[in-house]
């Protein structure tokens, strides 16, 4: 079945980088598009980017634009983020999910997430 | 501020059905069939209940339904049981090729 892992997560403080990564297996990974959500705590899903499966399009939140990049190894199958200039209210569960076979619109599978939190 | 509102909390007794409303503009609901919801139990990966605004994933219970009236969409979770408690998203995918959630509602079973 569908499984996928996240990692990455750790206490890192305002202004630094960190990068996430999530681990796929259960499914042809080069063949469906990924996003990133997060959920910072208390608050609900921000979706954060998403990476179509041909590697053509790469989308971003307003909130994270320019600072944030979504990247995909298709040969080992994992989906990665790498965030710039953290903020503190960038704390958050960061959430990894699979495209629907109907389209990426819908977000099918959804891993249990990684926490980063960002605090001087 | 969500471009998709939901309610904070909704509740409902073991067996009764509770209606979940996520309102939008035009074309965020109501020109928009890539409209969806999701469930979210704490410490968990969200969940898939309906896309493309009434389809069930295969392995989703029919007791979710989905459906949609003007600008807003709304989830119905029938014959309520004590694991249908947690949140609800709404989640659309709008102009621009982003994707917006509505900012959750809580439903508790009573």
């Known amino acids: 079945q569908v499984q996928l892992v996240e990692a990455g997560g750790r206490v890192v403080q305002p202004g630094t980088s960190l990068t996430l990564s999530c681990t796929a297996s259960g499914f042809t990974f080069a063949t469906f598009g990924m996003h990133w959500v997060r959920q910072a705590p208390g608050k609900g899903l921000e979706w954060v980017a998403a990476?179509?499966?041909?590697?053509?399009?790469?989308f971003y939140g307003d909130s994270v634009k320019g600072r944030f990049t979504i990247d995909r190894d298709n040969a080992k199958s994992i989906l990665s983020l790498q965030m710039n200039n953290l903020r503190e209210d960038d704390t958050a569960t960061y959430f990894c999910?699979?495209?629907?076979?109907?389209?990426?619109?819908?977000?099918?599978?959804w891993g249990q997430g990684t926490l980063v939190t960002v605090s001087s | 501020q969500s471009a998709l509102t939901q309610p904070p909390s909704a509740s409902g007794s073991p067996g009764q059905s509770v209606t979940i409303f996520c309102s939008g503009t035009n074309s965020v609901i109501g020109t928009n069939k890539f409209v969806s919801w999701y469930q979210h139990h704490p410490g968990k990966g969200p969940k898939l209940l309906i896309y493309e605004v009434n389809k069930r994933p295969s392995g989703v219970t029919d007791r979710f339904s989905g459906s949609k009236s003007g600008n807003r969409a709304s989830l119905t979770v029938s014959g309520l049981q004590a694991e249908d408690e947690a949140d609800y998203y709404c989640?659309?995918?709008?102009?621009?090729?982003?994707?917006?959630f509505g900012g959750g509602t809580k439903v508790t079973v009573l």
């Open positions: 990476f179509s499966f041909d590697g053509r399009n790469k």
């Open positions: 989640s659309s995918y709008v102009a621009g090729d982003k994707w917006v």
């Open positions: 999910a699979k495209a629907h076979d109907n389209g990426w619109f819908y977000l099918a599978s």
